[in-house]
């Protein structure tokens, strides 16, 4: 199927991106042309610069620009939740403002792997992350795989970004808060829904104007936390005491 033919929303979460924020939607909403509908939803969290004066401009500018607001910064996860709330066509992607998937690829990937319930993209190298980063990830992938070794079996990339229809992306809402759970939540439920799950890999391109982050031993503990809940709530659903 050609992406003229199908409707996508891309939801892109944003915090303190004023130097990003420009360049980023006006890529997107080209890359949205593309499609038979498509439209830009992009979840303010909390910033404190100009952020949110950019957003209000270019919203005249792009009919299809969504621009959501959260009256405090909440996380990640937390946004992506909210826009997911809000989508209104056939697939969902999410990508961030400093656009570590390339617009232009978009297309070009969900053509290759159509038809997909759930296609999850995975970094082809780590170029640009900071030895920390790569660290996180690769620890990550580790305690993932041996959480959850046969449904993540044939996942190696779980934290970048994936295409995911609608009406599944209902089922397999997500209840983490952690932003380094929420996108293996999600396939993990549709794993456990028997969905469609493709995998495929992509360019990873990395920040080009760095921003200092805090709060990284508790966004771990976060993340650590919602991995033990959901694999005892796998656990019920693998021994039929629990519906997904």
């Known amino acids: 199927m050609k992406c003229s033919e199908i409707s ?26 593309n499609f038979k509908k498509a439209e830009l939803i992009v979840i303010n969290d909390g910033s404190d610069d100009d952020t949110n004066k950019k957003l209000i401009d270019l919203s005249i500018k792009y009919p299809d620009l969504i621009v959501l607001k959260n009256n405090r910064n909440v996380g990640i996860a937390r946004s992506l939740r909210y826009g997911f709330l809000k989508v209104f066509n056939d697939y969902v992607l999410f990508n961030s403002a400093d656009l570590p998937l390339d617009p232009k690829e978009i297309c070009n990937i969900i053509e290759q792997k159509f038809p997909f319930d759930l296609l999850v993209l995975e970094r082809k190298g780590y170029s640009g992350l900071s030895k920390w980063k790569i660290l996180v990830s690769v620890f990550n992938r580790i305690v993932l795989h041996l959480f959850f070794p046969l449904a993540l079996i044939d996942i190696a990339d779980c934290n970048y970004t994936f295409i995911i229809k609608k009406d599944l992306l209902k089922k397999a809402f997500p209840d983490s808060i952690s932003s380094n759970f929420i996108e293996t939540e999600i396939i993990l439920r549709a794993k456990y829904l028997n969905a469609n799950v493709k995998t495929i890999e992509t360019n990873y391109n990395r920040r080009k104007i760095s ?31 629990k519906k997904q």
């Open 211 to 241: 921003r200092k982050h805090f709060g990284r031993m508790r966004k771990f503990m976060y993340s650590l936390k919602d991995m033990i809940s959901f694999r005892l709530y796998s656990i019920l659903i693998i021994l039929g005491i």
């Open 8 to 33: 996508l929303s891309i939801i892109m979460p944003v915090y303190n991106e004023q130097e990003n924020i420009m360049f980023a939607i006006e890529q997107t909403m080209l890359e949205c042309k």
